[in-house]
C-alpha cells in the first residue's frame, strides 16, 4: 500500500489536503492577544523589580534577554490557558471577544503557539542566563497552565489562592536571573503578590459571580456565597498589609519604602473593611474600587522599590 | 474564501492579513538572531577571538 495518496482537492479542503479550518483567518494581533498582554507587563514589571532588587547585577543584554524570555513565558502559559478555557470564556462576557471563542484562532493553533513559545522561553533563559532561572520559569509555566488553568479552576473555590503562586513567582525568576540563587527578599516579594491575588480576584468575582456561576467555574462567591468572600478578602488584605512592609522590616528595604508601604496597606485594609461592610449597590461600588485600587497598589508598592533600589 | 480547481483561492483581506504575518514572523526571527549574537558575545567576551587561526 502505497504511503502517499493522491488526494483530489475538492471545496473543503485546498492543495494539501488541509481542511478550510486550517486556513488560518488570524491577524497578528490575535496572536498578540493570545499572549494576554496586560498581565504580562505587570510579570515583567514584577520580575524587573526582582532583578533591580538582587545583590548582583546583570549585563543589560542579559537583563534584557531574561525579562524578554520571562515575558514570552508569561504569554506562552496565557495562550495554553485560552486554549484550555475556550470553553468557559464563550459563556463570559468579559472573555467571548477572546480570539479562541471569537473563531479568529484555531484551538490548535494557540495549543502550539503556547507549547512552542513555552519552549523557546525555557530553552533561551537557561542558554543565555541561568538554569535555576529557567526551572522557575519552566515550574510557573507548568504551574499556570496544569496544575491552575487545567487542575484547580474548575475543581475548587481555592482555585486563585493556590494558583496565584504561578502569578507570584516572576520576581522570584527575576532575582534568580541576577543571582543564580532563591533569596529571602525575592520570598517576601512572591509572598506579597501570593496574598494579594486573592482579594484582587475575589472582588472582581464578587461582581462577576453570575457569569462564573454560569460558566460553571467554582470562584468563592459562587460556592460560598458573598458574604464568606468578603470576610476572605478582609482576612487576606489583613494579611497583606504588614507583608507589603515585611521587606523594610527585615532590612532589604528603607524606612521611606516602609512608610509608603504601610499608608497602601491602610488604604487597602480600609477598602477590603467596606467591602465587608456594606451591601446591595454601594457594596458593588466598594469591590470596584478594591478591585481598581488593588492593581494600583501592587505597581506603586513595586515601583517604590524599584526607585529605591535605582537610587542607592 | 473562494475555491476553484486549484483548492483555496485567498480573499485580499486574507492575503493581507497573511502578508503581516508573514512580515511578523520575519522580525521575529531576526530579532531572535540579534539576540543569540548580541548573548554570545556578552558571554564569550574577548574570548569570541580567541580561537586556532
Redesign the interface.
Known amino acids: 500500500m502505497s504511503l502517499v495518496t493522491n488526494s483530489i482537492p475538492s471545496d473543503r479542503t485546498d492543495t494539501l489536503g488541509r481542511s478550510e479550518a486550517f486556513s488560518s483567518h488570524a491577524d497578528v494581533a490575535d496572536y498578540f492577544a493570545l499572549l494576554k498582554p496586560r498581565v504580562m507587563s505587570l510579570v515583567v514589571f514584577t520580575a524587573l523589580v526582582g532583578m533591580v532588587r538582587a545583590p548582583e547585577a546583570l549585563h543589560p543584554v542579559l537583563a534584557f534577554t531574561a525579562l524578554l524570555c520571562i515575558a514570552i513565558g508569561a504569554g506562552a502559559a496565557g495562550a495554553l490557558n485560552m486554549w484550555w478555557d475556550a470553553d468557559i470564556d464563550a459563556k463570559m462576557t468579559r472573555t467571548r471577544a477572546r480570539p479562541i471563542p471569537a473563531g479568529r484562532v484555531e484551538p490548535g493553533e494557540a495549543l502550539a503557539f503556547g507549547l512552542v513559545l513555552a519552549s523557546a522561553s525555557v530553552l533561551m533563559l537557561g542558554l543565555a542566563v541561568g538554569l535555576v532561572a529557567a526551572g522557575l520559569l519552566a515550574f510557573t509555566i507548568f504551574f499556570y497552565a496544569v496544575i491552575y488553568t487545567m487542575w484547580l479552576k474548575r475543581l475548587t473555590a481555592q482555585n486563585i489562592v493556590i494558583g496565584g503562586a504561578a502569578g507570584a513567582l516572576p520576581p522570584m525568576i527575576g532575582w534568580a536571573a541576577a543571582t543564580g540563587t532563591i533569596g529571602l527578599e525575592g520570598v517576601l516579594l512572591f509572598l506579597i503578590i501570593f496574598f494579594w491575588t486573592p482579594p484582587h480576584f475575589w472582588a472582581l468575582a464578587l461582581l462577576r459571580a453570575p457569569e462564573y456561576a454560569r460558566a460553571g467555574v467554582p470562584m468563592l462567591p459562587v460556592v460560598a456565597g458573598a458574604d464568606e468572600t468578603r470576610k476572605q478578602i478582609l482576612i487576606y488584605a489583613a494579611i497583606l498589609a504588614p507583608l507589603g512592609i515585611s521587606p523594610a522590616l527585615f532590612g532589604y528595604a528603607g524606612i521611606a519604602y516602609g512608610a509608603f508601604a504601610a499608608v497602601l496597606g491602610g488604604l487597602f485594609l480600609l477598602l477590603a473593611w467596606q467591602v465587608f461592610r456594606r451591601r446591595g449597590v454601594v457594596g458593588e461600588a466598594a469591590a470596584k474600587r478594591l478591585f481598581g485600587f488593588s492593581l494600583l497598589y501592587l505597581f506603586l508598592l513595586f515601583a517604590a522599590l524599584l526607585v529605591e533600589a535605582i537610587a542607592r | 474564501?473562494k475555491?476553484d480547481?486549484?483548492?483555496?483561492v485567498?480573499t485580499e483581506e486574507?492575503r493581507r492579513?497573511r502578508r503581516?504575518?508573514s512580515l511578523?514572523l520575519a522580525i521575529v526571527l531576526g530579532v531572535v538572531v540579534i539576540?543569540f549574537y548580541?548573548?554570545t558575545i556578552?558571554?564569550l567576551g574577548p574570548q569570541v577571538m580567541n580561537r586556532p587561526l
Open positions: 474564501m475555491h480547481k486549484n483548492g483555496i485567498l486574507q492579513v503581516r504575518r511578523a539576540l548580541a548573548v556578552v558571554k
